[in-house]
């Protein structure tokens, strides 16, 4: 028949995985008695080793639901938190320890928790069986407890001793059984005595004969019998105080001392009925709870499939039988995770490199143009400016060398660009973007809603453009060499600039256009922003002398308008020169490159082209097909392969929809797996049975 029980204790164990539910579950025995009545000891003794909280005041505020488990091939003892993940502690006292902390977690304000701690003990030692152990009924509260803390472990022990767990009540054979809280609260549940073993300790605290009338008690009959034991463990078997904390088995020396004391009181021998030691209560226990386990299993296994069709209902009609597991959603995830970021490879190559090279460098090139030539136009553009003719500015200049001025501005700022740091800006530009791609990818898809998925997939993408960005950006550098020294255009090339950089003036024009428009509406109109500027022109101009430093404001304009004002006056400046400069790119001087050192925006244009096409070309075989084929296997290693199931429903779990319908798969799946399992007991029952009445 054992085999029986270990295995009911098995779907026990699944049933609790499964979920709270009164009546999904298999009955256990529940171990009540009041404080100091010798409960610990009995449990520690049938366990063989000291491992319960103890200690003046101690009080146990949780249940702990206790399964022995027979292991009679294995030598090793040693109990599992499963809910704690400690793995298998073979020292005792780190138990006893670790329930202590668990006890002490408990808020003294909330007085004691229904949420059983959960601990297994495996040992070649203990027979196969599932305790509960409850809190210790309390007489008197102690002036550091809490007032409602007697009525509250009352209500735990309650809610435990429903039928059709089996009731362990614990009294101490120096008290009168009238008097016994245990079994004072099992009669109220169970008035026949149908479902209550009585265990009297202390056996040796009071004189034979009382002794046996107890275990005789009629008064308090019990159908399942009172079983008197013996279970302080002596002095030196690692009860003794020397030895308190001892991790030896206590089981042998109990033994010892238990028999031996009631061999040497012949009252015990007279009566054979009685029942007496600890080896009879183990063995009481486990036939109890085998036949208690066995009669509920019809009920149980109909509260399984009740819950089984439930669940397959919900599974059918919310989520239309659509299998799902951590592992497979991941996988799908990542799948087309991977799809979408194909997609984007497909749509990002050269030419979309090229087109943001050029744009940035474009920036630069207008930058150049600013700081060198048209900064303060009034001054260096000579002479005298007649709007009439635009070319003026630069078209007095003897091309080919008599205002050298010339030559050297255009010579240094070619330099100045191809010397900017080509190599390292080209490939920061590119890594960027595809960071900010690979950002917009994850924002789009099911990784979305994944923080951690989000993080793996950030961290995989950075640290694979860092990586390559390091060599590339000095390789690039060294490809763009050559242009430092020396630059040829073609005509073509030439012509090509000509056309692009007009492009890029008309757009900068209108940049600074509506940027002068935005400003007039902050300032308050087309009239107050040309009152200002009058007024800042003739400062400027020397037309008027400002008092002390226009701190404050000037001319009856406050400080802040004037700040807005000498902004207003740059745009206004820097429209009409690009205008100029429009009309001068696309005169006839600039047609041809004879005149480059007049027109320094078409030449700055063909360099930057010329700087481009190198650039997207080395970082279009090196940046992106490398992060194009690394991130896809980096993203599998992250995500795929190299999570362990837990990281997996960790992340699966993180998204509510999913976490529900795992939740229905895993409940189903479990459910199912449990009404095969006691399928199988029955079996296991029937082969039994017919062995029994074989014999
Ligand atoms: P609990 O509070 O109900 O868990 O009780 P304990 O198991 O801690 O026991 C209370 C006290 O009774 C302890 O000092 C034990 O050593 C003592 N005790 C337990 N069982 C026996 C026994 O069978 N005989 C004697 N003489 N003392 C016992």
């Not at 029952?685 to 062995?691: D, I, L």
């Amino acid at each position: 028949m054992m085999m029986l029980t270990k295995k009911m204790i098995e779907i026990r164990g699944l049933l609790q995985t499964v979920g709270q539910s009164d009546s999904l579950t298999l009955p256990s025995i529940v171990v009540i008695g009041s404080q100091s009545s010798g409960k610990s000891s009995v449990l520690e003794a049938i366990v063989g080793h000291e491992f319960l909280p103890k200690g003046h005041n101690m009080v146990t505020r949780r249940p702990i639901e206790l399964t022995l488990v027979n292991t009679p091939d294995a030598q090793a003892e040693y109990g599992e938190f499963p809910a704690l993940g400690l793995g298998k502690l073979t020292d005792f006292s780190q138990i006893q320890r670790t329930l202590t902390d668990l006890n002490l977690a408990v808020p003294a304000s909330d007085c004691v928790s229904d949420d059983p701690i959960q601990l297994r003990i495996h040992s070649p030692n203990v027979p196969d069986l599932s305790l509960i152990d409850l809190p210790g009924y309390i007489q008197v509260v102690g002036r550091d407890q809490p007032p409602e803390l007697k009525e509250r472990i009352s209500q735990l022990c309650d809610k435990y001793i429903r039928a059709p767990n089996v009731i362990l009540a614990i009294s101490a054979a120096d008290v009168d059984l009238a008097n016994s809280t245990a079994l004072r609260a099992s009669r109220k549940v169970d008035p026949r005595g149908e479902r209550t073993i009585g265990v009297i300790t202390k056996m040796d605290l009071v004189d034979p004969e009382r002794a046996v009338s107890l275990l005789n008690d009629k008064k308090y009959a019990l159908r399942l019998g009172y079983v008197g034991v013996v279970c302080r463990v002596p002095a030196g078997a690692g009860g003794g105080k020397l030895f308190h904390r001892g991790n030896g088995n206590i089981q042998s020396a109990i033994a010892k001392n238990e028999n031996a004391y009631f061999n040497s009181h012949p009252e015990y021998a007279a009566e054979e009925q009685l029942d007496v030691g600890t080896r009879n209560l183990k063995k009481k226990l486990m036939h109890v709870l085998e036949h208690t386990m066995a009669a509920s299993l019809k009920t149980t296994s109909e509260a399984i499939q009740r819950e089984l069709a439930e669940a397959t209902y919900e599974f059918k009609v919310q989520y239309n039988e659509r299998p799902l597991s951590a592992e497979s959603y991941l996988a799908e995830s990542l799948d087309s995770f991977k799809h979408s970021f194909r997609g984007f490879t497909e749509s990002f190559g050269r030419r979309e490199v090229r087109e943001l090279l050029k744009h940035e460098l474009d920036q630069q090139v207008l930058n150049l143009l600013a700081q060198r030539y048209w900064n303060r136009p009034l001054d260096d553009l000579s002479p005298p400016f007649p709007e009439t003719d635009p070319l003026s500015s630069l078209a007095k200049a003897d091309p080919e060398g008599e205002d050298s001025i010339w030559r050297i501005k255009l010579d240094s700022s070619s330099a100045a660009l191809t010397k900017l740091g080509v190599g390292r800006l080209a490939t920061s530009v590119v890594a960027n973007a595809l960071q900010r791609n690979i950002e917009y990818l994850i924002a789009n898809s099911r990784f979305a809603a994944h923080p951690f998925a989000r993080q793996a997939i950030t961290e995989a993408s950075t640290a694979i453009l860092k990586d390559l960005s390091y060599d590339i950006s000095d390789e690039l550098e060294i490809c763009i060499k050559p242009y430092k020294y020396r630059i040829d255009l073609e005509d073509n090339e030439w012509a090509k600039g000509r056309e692009n950089v007009t492009a890029v003036l008309k757009e900068e024009l209108k940049v600074a256009e509506s940027a002068s428009k935005r400003l007039e509406e902050v300032m308050g109109g087309r009239k107050k922003v040309k009152d200002v500027m009058s007024f800042i022109d003739r400062v400027r101009s020397g037309q008027i002398i400002l008092e002390g430093d226009g701190v404050g404001g000037a001319g009856g304009f406050s400080q802040a308008l004037l700040s807005k004002g000498r902004e207003a006056v740059f745009l206004r400046d820097r429209v009409d020169i690009i205008k100029l400069r429009i009309l001068a790119v696309k005169s006839k001087q600039c047609a041809t490159k004879t005149n480059k050192y007049h027109c320094p925006e078409v030449f700055l244009d063909a360099v930057a082209d010329k700087l481009t096409t190198t650039a997207d070309l080395f970082l279009d075989a090196e940046l992106l097909s490398k992060f194009y084929y690394q991130l896809p296997r980096e993203l599998d290693a992250r995500l795929g392969r190299g999570l362990t199931q837990e990281e997996m429903d960790r992340f699966a779990r993180e998204d509510p929809k999913i976490k529900r319908h795992l939740d229905v798969v895993r409940r189903k799946d479990l459910l199912e797996h449990v009404l095969k399992e006691m399928e199988g007991l029955r079996q296991l029952e029937a082969r039994e049975k017919r062995a029994i009445g074989r014999r």
